[in-house]
T-cell receptor, first 113, second 113 residues
């Protein structure tokens, strides 16, 4: 059974800091990994998708890396802004035709002005 | 491109009542998911459709929950009768294929009193 862990549960940083959010998973037989952002009371917004054959993906100030062998992914946010305050969730899809996305509990990020 | 549409956004019902949620996926997306997100937790898959066929409903409480996807497009999720522990956000997501990027709707926040 795939388990996804995100630690810490909450993080508070001053504006402008570069930060790293961690995600670990127990089963390395994954097809892809996806990072999402969730604002309070809202749905999930897809940030980055990394296929199992890839090592990283970049979008603007965001960079996500994947190390399948160690069961880890990181989301790097450069020059954090108060608008980055949200909950960040990672989800992995195991190999297999009908495999589902398994989510971590998320990291709630607060960026202080 | 229109995103995943869900309605209603909010619903408050008494326990033992019935409720239904509606989802319209992104046009052309064959895979549709319903997730349940309890406060402070990551989303948990309830049911996954491929076109109008069910490919995973292993975590759907079938004694009270049902879902259908007619004609492989829109989907409805029903709870009958509701329990207090069903209070959660119900998220619908869709993807072009089984292993491609998933896109989520805004969710329906259900409160059972």
């Amino acid at each position: 059974k795939q388990e996804v862990t995100q630690i810490p549960a909450a993080l508070s940083v001053p504006e402008g800091e570069n930060l790293v959010l961690n995600c670990s998973f127990t089963d390395s037989a994954i097809y892809n990994l996806q990072w999402f952002r969730q604002d309070p009371g809202k749905g999930l917004t897809s940030l980055l998708l990394i296929q199992s054959s890839q090592r990283e993906q970049t979008s603007g100030r965001l960079n996500a890396s994947l190390d399948k062998s160690s069961g880890r992914s990181t989301l790097y946010i450069a020059a954090s802004q108060p608008g980055d305050s949200a909950t960040y969730l990672c989800a992995v899809k195991r190999t297999g035709a009908n495999s589902k996305l398994t989510f971590g509990k998320g990291i709630t990020l607060s960026v202080r002005p | 491109e229109a995103g995943v549409a869900q309605s209603p956004r909010y619903k408050i019902i008494e326990k033992r009542q019935s409720v239904a949620f509606w989802c319209n996926p992104i046009s052309g997306h064959a895979t549709l998911y319903w997730y349940q997100q309890i406060l402070g937790q990551g989303p948990k898959l309830l049911i996954q459709f491929q076109n109008n066929g069910v490919v995973d409903d292993s975590q759907l409480p079938k004694d009270r929950f049902s879902a259908e996807r007619l004609k492989g497009v829109d989907s409805t999720l029903k709870i009958q009768p509701a329990k207090l522990e069903d209070s959660a956000v119900y998220l619908c997501a869709s993807s072009f294929g089984r292993n491609t990027e998933a896109f989520f709707g805004q969710g329906t926040r259900l409160t059972v009193v």
